[in-house]
């Protein structure tokens, strides 16, 4: 079965609602996968443990999913993103013209994250890349997750974009390989460098497929390279490459080279003359953002790293000139 086609086995009064209401999110372009599915299905459990024998949903039974929501996690974002889905399903339910259908308020839940993307320095980069490189050649399985952390790198690539990438979008002759649908039902065309296409051509080359529809990245049973060993690789490959952990005490993730190639592409545009404001409707295209306020969030982390930039010129320029006193009569 097609992911896009799974709908679980609800049991609830709300059963018929439920899958009507992933029917509509995907005829409406949202992807509405596993994972949101079994968010419903959690819901619809809950319908269950507490009885629940009609079509009705009032503030007794949010509070109560509220509880629930807390109770599993103490995250506070995960609690937001749990109590949510009921928030939607009521606005559906009401949208259908079912009574007795509250329409629950998160306001209660909302979060704020302060977190910080680690942008790996030209450094760290250079190390990391000089370790995988040696260690490419050990294994058939070492070798696929080398190439992979080039696109990575090089191409600002999301985990599932380049997971999924499958021999029919990878566009030889053009040199450049086409993202199907990805996060925000977003499809667009990246175009590779000359050594990014030479990496990726001969790993294509070198690797035997049956048909377009094979995964591009495989290991030595020629099947989808695991997600889990490439996030094995990854992070035995930072310790190795001595890069220090984050701010948090936790390792970089992968989606910290998207942030760092970001960054480095803005800063290539800023030390050109580009304006930045102007140019990063191009880098939002080029990432698959939605809008370009997604974008916007990555000028605030190369501001940032120029203030620290001036910071650090402070310490040794401090006191080196003069001040001068300008007397007024």
């Not at 005829?27 to 443990?49: A, M, V």
């Not at 499958?166 to 199907?180: A, G, S, V």
């Amino acid at each position: 079965m097609n992911r896009c086609d799974f709908i679980p086995s609800f049991t609830s009064i709300f059963k018929e609602d439920f899958e009507n209401y992933i029917k509509f999110k995907r005829s409406n372009g949202y992807k509405y996968g596993k994972e949101r599915c079994y968010d419903l299905l959690r819901i619809d459990r809950f319908f269950n443990e507490i009885n629940l024998k009609e079509k009705r949903i009032d503030q007794k039974i949010i509070d109560l999913w509220q509880q629930k929501c807390y109770s599993s996690s103490n995250n506070k974002r995960t609690q937001a993103e749990i109590f949510s889905r009921i928030s939607c399903f009521c606005e559906y339910l009401r949208m259908t013209s079912h009574e007795n259908i509250i329409q629950p308020e998160a306001h209660n839940l909302r979060y704020h994250s302060d977190f910080i993307p680690y942008i790996f320095n030209d450094d760290e980069i250079q190390r990391i890349f000089q370790i995988a490189k040696e260690n490419s050649s050990i294994d058939k399985n070492y070798k696929t997750f080398y190439v992979m952390l080039c696109l990575y790198y090089c191409c600002g690539l999301r985990f599932s974009e380049l997971h999924n990438l499958q021999i029919k979008d990878y566009l030889d002759n053009e040199k450049k390989i086409i993202i199907y649908e990805s996060k925000n039902m977003v499809t667009r065309e990246i175009p590779l460098s000359d050594s990014t296409y030479n990496t990726l051509s001969k790993y294509i080359k070198n690797n035997d497929y049956s048909n377009n529809t094979d995964y591009v990245f495989i290991n030595i049973n020629n099947k989808r390279i695991s997600a889990y060993m490439i996030r094995k690789y990854y992070n035995e490959l930072l310790e190795k490459s001595v890069i220090p952990v984050r701010y948090d005490g936790k390792r970089q993730r992968l989606h910290d080279l998207r942030h760092t190639f970001a960054v480095n592409s803005l800063k290539q545009m800023e030390e050109k003359g580009f304006d930045l404001y102007t140019s990063t409707s191009i880098l939002s295209v080029y990432l698959g953002h939605k809008s370009i306020v997604e974008t916007e969030y990555y000028l605030r982390l190369v501001q940032d790293e120029a203030e620290k930039c001036q910071e650090q010129v402070k310490k040794y320029t401090n006191g080196l000139y003069e001040s001068k006193v300008i007397y007024s009569e």
